[in-house]
């Protein structure tokens, strides 16, 4: 069976409200399970594809230094 992670995980958030969205983070990182990754993944591809180049330059910076 071939699954495309992240059109399911796109077609799952489609039309998700800010707490939706929130929830579904917040239970990502507090559940700890690895098979929660690639939605999160997926979730910051979106972010740093819908920034701009400030934007995408912070991200960067932001995980820069919290990787230190």
Do not use: C, H, W
Not at 28 to 57: H, R, T, W
Not at 60 to 67: C, D, H, M, Q, T
């Amino acid at each position: 069976m071939d699954i495309n992670i992240r059109r399911a995980v796109l077609q799952n958030m489609n039309q998700s409200t800010f707490d939706d969205v929130k929830s579904t983070v917040l239970d990502a990182i507090s559940s700890g399970e690895e098979k929660m990754l690639p939605g999160l993944g997926v979730l910051f591809e979106v972010l740093y594809n819908a920034s701009d180049d400030q934007g995408k330059q912070d991200i960067i910076n932001k995980l820069v230094k919290n990787l230190q």
